[in-house]
C-alpha cells in the first residue's frame, strides 16, 4: 500500500527556511492531490497547502507568499518551503494524500518534528 | 475561511459508553466533512468521510452523521482503543480542522 515519509531538518534557525520533502512509495504519485499540514505542539492540525501532479498549487491564506510546494514526478515526491519561519512554526509537519482537489486525507506519513530556534 | 469548532473538548467516558462528539461549521458544507482518530505521536487516521461513509477497515461502532453546518461522530460502545483525540475536517472549500475532543478515561 502507498506510503509516505518526511524528511528534513529536524532544526531551523528563526529567520531562516524550512524545508522539507515527502517521498511517495508503493504507489505512483500522479492523479492524486498532496498536502502538508502542521501540528504545533499540544495543539490542533493546520492545513498548509496542497499540489497536484501537475505542479498547480494552492496554499492557505494564513501561509500564501511564505510557502511553496513544488512536485517531483520523476522522484515520486514532493517538497515545502517557507520561509522567514519564526518559533511559531515549530511544529510536527505531516504529509498526506487526497483523492481530489479539496477532499479528505486518506493517508499520511508519520510526521517530522521541526523545531525553530537559535 | 469556514471555521469548525467541536464539541466537548474534553470527553470522559467508561469504556462500553455510547460516546458523541459535535462538530459545527461556520457556514454550509453540505457533507463535505470527515473524522479523524489520532493517537499521541501518531499521525491522524481517517474514519469517516462525506460525513457518513466508513473509511475501509474502520470498526462500525464508530458513525457519522450530519449535513449544512451541524455534524456528529457517534463510537456506539466505547472500547479501550478508541481513547484518543478526534478531529473534524471540512473540505467542502480549502481545508480546515476542529480543535479536537480528546476522549479520556473517566
Known amino acids: 500500500q502507498v506510503q509516505l515519509q518526511e524528511s528534513g531538518p529536524g532544526l531551523v534557525q528563526p529567520s531562516e527556511t524550512l524545508s522539507l520533502t515527502c517521498s511517495v512509495s508503493?504507489?505512483?504519485?500522479?492523479?492524486?492531490?498532496w498536502s502538508w499540514i502542521r501540528q504545533p505542539p499540544g495543539k490542533g492540525l493546520e492545513w498548509i497547502g496542497s499540489?497536484?501532479?501537475?505542479?498547480?498549487?494552492r496554499y492557505h491564506s494564513s501561509f500564501k507568499g511564505r510557502v511553496t510546494l513544488s512536485v517531483d514526478t520523476s522522484k515520486n515526491q514532493f517538497s515545502l518551503r517557507m520561509n522567514s519561519v519564526t518559533a511559531a512554526d515549530t511544529a510536527v509537519y505531516f504529509c498526506?494524500?487526497?483523492?481530489?482537489?479539496?477532499?479528505?486525507?486518506?493517508?499520511w506519513g508519520q510526521g517530522t518534528l521541526v523545531a525553530v530556534s537559535s | 475561511d469556514i471555521h469548525m469548532t467541536q464539541s466537548p473538548s474534553t470527553l470522559p467516558a467508561y469504556v462500553g459508553d455510547r460516546v458523541t462528539i459535535t462538530c459545527r461549521a461556520s457556514?454550509?458544507?453540505?457533507?463535505?466533512l470527515a473524522w479523524y482518530q489520532q493517537k499521541p505521536g501518531k499521525a491522524p487516521k481517517l474514519l469517516i468521510y462525506?460525513?457518513?461513509t466508513l473509511e475501509s477497515g474502520v470498526p462500525s461502532r464508530f458513525s457519522g452523521s450530519g449535513s449544512g453546518t451541524d455534524f456528529t461522530l457517534t463510537i456506539s460502545s466505547l472500547q479501550p482503543d478508541d481513547f484518543a483525540t478526534y478531529y473534524c475536517?471540512?473540505?467542502?472549500?480549502?481545508?480546515?480542522f476542529g480543535q479536537g475532543t480528546k476522549v479520556e478515561i473517566k
Open positions: 499540489i497536484f501532479d501537475d505542479g498547480t498549487a
Open positions: 508503493g504507489g505512483s504519485i500522479m492523479s492524486y492531490y
Open positions: 475536517q471540512q473540505y467542502d472549500t480549502y481545508s480546515t
Open positions: 457556514q454550509s458544507i453540505l457533507t463535505y
Open positions: 498526506a494524500r487526497h483523492p481530489m482537489r479539496d477532499a479528505y486525507f486518506d493517508v
Open positions: 462525506e460525513a457518513t
